[in-house]
Nanobody, 126 residues
């Protein structure tokens, strides 16, 4: 069992930066892949970024590639989403999620993540 607690978020001007932490509880956090998803008003939840259990592989949606960076510190049971060069279209509720990693794991698929954080609002003003 893993519980995820999110913090950070808020209002930022276009071009600014934010860092979203996602802190996990549970003894085996290092066995889990972690992803970030977001949902804008009136839109479906979409994949943003993911990282494998060891932090050696990362995955990004094309829309955030080069602007967002995902990282993890397993000793602190924390995954970070560093967001830079933010755009108004990045405005959404951001969710972190964790799933038990296996050989066939699909890092971009919501269904492969069993545990979800509570979400945090990010608003980018123009």
């Amino acid at each position: 069992q893993v519980q995820l607690v999110q913090s950070g978020g808020g209002l930022v001007q276009a071009g600014g930066s934010l860092r979203l932490p996602c802190v996990a509880s549970g003894r085996t956090f290092s066995n889990y892949a972690v992803g970030w998803f977001r949902q804008a008003p009136g839109k479906e939840r979409e994949f943003v970024a993911a990282i494998n259990w060891s932090g050696t592989r990362t995955y990004y949606a094309d829309s955030v590639k080069g602007r967002f960076t995902i990282s993890r510190d397993n000793a602190k049971k924390t995954v970070y989403l560093q967001m830079s060069s933010l755009k108004p279209e990045d405005t959404a509720v951001y969710y972190c999620a964790a799933g038990w990693e296996r050989a066939s794991y699909n890092y971009t698929a919501m269904n492969d993540y069993a545990y979800w954080g509570q979400g945090t609002q990010v608003t980018v003003s123009s």
